[in-house]
């Protein structure tokens, strides 16, 4: 699907598929020069994360492991619940490893600022954050982030792993609904 078969639904593409793709090489080339010689474990976090967590390390040259988790601050609606759930944990053992969590957005931080308290309560070696999007404008905590792709508006967003109501997520660029979709 591309933007033409969005129809009256788009609003407008703000980052394209090749300003995510070069972002995204770039990225993995950072992360490949600082975790040189170390096992790396990739956290995704479930769902919006699948999309980058499967580009972003296709891209990276160094070995590295992948888990996933499963949490959850958000209903079907536009913003942040602020309660964190646990709906899936990983499946790795995370003493002495090396964490890094693969977001595709970082909007208040409340939800990332939680799973990271949770994560190093595991006796990680180090945890550190890759995300796609980041809102600085809509922090609500702050949150160290290592690997930033883009700092955007604080619009809501779908695409590339971003959904509206499960849908949109499969998208190859970020854009913005309009608002006649999500009744704004």
Same mark, same amino acid.
């Given at each position: 699907?591309?933007?033409?078969? %969005?129809?009256?639904?788009?609003? +407008?593409?703000?980052?394209?598929?090749?300003?995510?793709?070069?972002?995204?090489?770039?990225?993995?080339?950072?992360?490949?020069?600082?975790? !040189?010689?170390?096992?790396?474990?990739?956290?995704?976090?479930?769902?919006? =994360?699948? %999309?980058? %967590?499967?580009?972003?390390?296709? /891209?990276?040259?160094?070995?590295? @492991?992948?888990?996933?988790? !499963?949490?959850? $601050?958000?209903?079907?609606?536009? /913003?942040?619940?602020?309660?964190?759930?646990?709906? /899936?944990?990983?499946?790795?053992?995370?003493?002495?490893?090396?964490?890094?969590?693969?977001?595709?957005?970082?909007? $208040?931080?409340?939800?990332?600022?939680?799973? *990271?308290?949770?994560?190093? $309560?595991?006796?990680?070696?180090?945890?550190?954050?890759?995300?796609?999007?980041? /809102?600085?404008? =809509?922090? +609500?905590? #702050?949150?160290?982030?290592?690997?930033?792709?883009?700092?955007?508006?604080?619009?809501?967003? *779908?695409?590339?792993?971003?959904?509206?109501?499960? @849908?949109?997520?499969?998208?190859?660029?970020?854009?913005?609904? #309009?608002?006649? *979709?999500?009744?704004?």
């Amino acid at each position: 699907m591309d933007a033409e078969d %969005m129809g009256a639904d788009l609003e +407008k593409v703000l980052l394209s598929q090749e300003q995510i793709d070069t972002r995204l090489t770039e990225m993995a080339a950072e992360i490949d020069a600082d975790y !040189a010689g170390r096992d790396v474990l990739l956290v995704g976090v479930l769902r919006g =994360a699948v %999309m980058v %967590m499967a580009d972003l390390s296709r /891209k990276l040259h160094s070995p590295v @492991q992948m888990d996933w988790m !499963a949490v959850s $601050s958000y209903g079907s609606g536009t /913003k942040s619940s602020g309660v964190v759930r646990i709906l /899936k944990d990983l499946d790795t053992d995370l003493t002495g490893r090396d964490v890094l969590i693969v977001e595709d957005i970082i909007d $208040s931080g409340l939800t990332l600022s939680w799973l *990271v308290g949770n994560l190093r $309560s595991r006796g990680p070696a180090s945890v550190e954050i890759a995300t796609l999007l980041r /809102k600085p404008e =809509a922090a +609500k905590v #702050a949150v160290d982030v290592r690997y930033v792709g883009f700092d955007i508006p604080p619009e809501f967003v *779908v695409g590339y792993g971003l959904d509206y109501g499960e @849908q949109y997520r499969h998208l190859p660029f970020v854009g913005t609904l #309009a608002p006649h *979709v999500y009744g704004g």
